[in-house]
């Protein structure tokens, strides 16, 4: 199986080459990115086969049976719908897309080619105790949910003398606010989706330093945001994601239930109580601690045909809808309800 990697920054030479590597009967096939002497340097600390000129190349080429997909959200539409109208299976890294509408148009290409895995990669916060999580949550461990809240915060945006960031500029991010999708996936994978989103946000330093340019650049992504929503389920649900709030204590994910709580840290770990009793570790059940998995969790989709859990293109899409809703209530003002 030979794979092509459109795209080399430090996720994909963190986790997705090395990961391919691990795996027996891979091929890294080529490199596209973002010139040609930056593909030539990742091509020679990875012993990558060849670099091509462009990631239209790579994807038209024969020689590549799939495509990992390692650049920033502006370019995951029209690669991904490239490389699958090409015959390709596709890796695609997260946010999925721009907006929701660019990621229904992704998912309509995976269903014009239903032989080809297409999959996006997940959000990675609770690989280890979440599918324990979601068992509790379905069989009632703490009665009906009534309450969830989300906090995300740190203090990366308060120098204005930082550097701008892709995810603080929507010609490269679109409509994903921060690290808000990421976590919007993480609920989704719990609790299910969300019926309404009310959201504010705000942005404190208005210009970066640019050094692709040399210049100052604008930031239009807000560096805080606050979402209040009902899931489906009926539960009432608070997200707080900042970049300006310095020493938050209280970062995690709580569900409260009828009958008891769960706590959920962002080292992965968790703790869950029945009302009035001491809080006790979430134990993850045998064999749902798997780690990150992503490039053989792929692989094992293409050469058996087994369906992608962990992401496909129509969870995707879900978590696009939250957050295209949430970017809409912020400029509309208004309460947002999802169908």
Not at 152 to 171: C, E, Y
Not at 198 to 226: C, H, L, N, Q
Not at 280 to 295: F, K, L, M, N, S
Request: glycine share 10%; aromatic share 6%.
């Amino acid at each position: 199986m030979r794979i092509g990697f459109v795209g080399a920054g430090a996720n994909t030479r963190d986790r997705h080459i090395p990961g391919f590597q691990a795996i027996e009967g891979i091929e890294l096939a080529g490199v596209a990115n973002r010139s040609r002497e930056s593909g030539e340097r990742v091509a020679a600390q990875f012993g990558i086969a060849r670099v091509f000129d462009s990631p239209e190349a790579l994807i038209a080429d024969p020689g590549v049976d799939a495509v990992c997909i390692g650049t920033w959200p502006y370019m995951h539409r029209e690669f991904s719908i490239r490389a699958l109208e090409a015959g390709k299976h596709v890796l695609c890294e997260a946010r999925m897309a721009m907006d929701a509408d660019e990621a229904e148009e992704m998912l309509a290409a995976a269903e014009r080619h239903p032989e080809l895995v297409a999959q996006i990669v997940p959000a990675p916060f609770d690989l280890r105790s979440g599918p324990t999580i979601t068992r509790l949550l379905r069989e009632g461990a703490i009665g009906e949910v009534r309450e969830v809240t989300v906090a995300s915060q740190n203090g990366g945006a308060l120098d204005p003398a930082t550097p701008i960031h892709w995810r603080q500029q929507m010609k490269y991010s679109g409509r994903n606010i921060g690290m808000l999708g990421i976590w919007s996936e993480v609920i989704q994978r719990w609790l299910g989706d969300t019926r309404t989103v009310t959201a504010d946000g705000a942005i404190f330093v208005r210009e970066r330093p640019d050094p692709t340019s040399g210049g100052m650049a604008t930031v239009d992504i807000p560096d805080t945001v606050t979402v209040t929503g009902e899931l489906a389920n009926g539960a009432h649900i608070t997200y707080r994601v900042s970049s300006v709030a310095a020493g938050a204590p209280d970062n995690g994910i709580n569900v409260y239930g009828t009958k008891g709580t769960i706590r959920w840290l962002p080292n992965d770990t968790a703790t869950i109580a029945a009302h009035g009793q001491p809080f006790e570790p979430i134990v993850p059940d045998a064999g749902t601690d798997r780690g990150w998995r992503v490039e053989e969790d792929f692989v094992n989709s293409v050469r058996t045909g087994a369906p992608v859990r962990l992401t496909n293109f129509a969870d995707g899409l879900r978590y696009m809808q939250f957050v295209d809703a949430a970017w809409r209530s912020i400029n509309e003002g208004r309460a947002i309800e999802l169908g």
